[in-house]
């Protein structure tokens, strides 16, 4: 793991090498040109994976890096990595803005998300300069409960393109599923993780709806929940009549 400083500095590394490509003049020369061709090869380290997870990041740093993130051409299909980082509405709210070229985000274990902290992050994804091509996010372990089930309903309509979405280890229960599943069925998303969420017994219909009239589901693991040999009968009726479902997880339910 890199230390928090090595962190800070790699985020300040990549805005000013986006600033500084940024000011390069249409015709320029030679040396010019490979000096623009090194900023975006430090900048081509960041589509693939931007770890910065168990580090301790100001709202200052989120904003740098937001801005690094969303001023630069050359930033596409980054998996930014932010796991346990605890933080807060502030820095969603910071963050937002710059999640335009992000393709995969895990923010698991920031309890932070939890009542405010994923409003933030929705209102301020409205305000990207490009449209989200987020197609994963992992929001394990959150703290997040039922009541934050609108929330996440934000979340899926700023994000039109995801298709993997992980909720394992919350306590959304079923209701906060049951009010989730209406969004889910319409939206695009093919993968869904609903591990140990304490699902009771009443969630199974809940959920064989959700495989029934989900065209496009592919996906979906609701293991570890009390659900009950009643509750897997519901969701294998969903099963019977969807087309598209390929796997389903159900161990120790």
Known sequence: QRSQLEKRAWIK???SCTAEAAQQPANHSSSETRHFNVGKAML????????????????SDIQTLSAALEHSPHVYYLNLQLIECALEARHFQALGAGLGHVKMLNIFGNVGLHEEGLSS??????????????????IQCCGLTEHDSSSIVQVMHVFPKLRDLWLDGNTLRTRGVDQLARSLISSTTEKIILK????????????GNLIFKKYNLTYLDVSDNPLLNSSVS???????HSDSLEKLFLNNT
Do not use: W, Y
Not at 44 to 59: K, N
Not at 121 to 138: H, I, N, R
Not at 234 to 240: A, F, R
């Open 121 to 138: 992050l929705a209102s301020a994804v409205k305000f990207c300069q490009v449209s989200s091509q987020l197609e994963m996010l992992d």
């Open 13 to 15: 590394l990549a805005l």
């Open 234 to 240: 519901d969701m294998l009726e969903g099963v019977k």
């Open 196 to 207: 140990d969420n304490n699902l009771d017994c009443e969630a199974g219909s809940v959920l």
């Open 44 to 59: 081509a380290v960041i589509p693939a994976t931007l770890d910065l997870s168990h580090s301790r990041q100001t709202v």
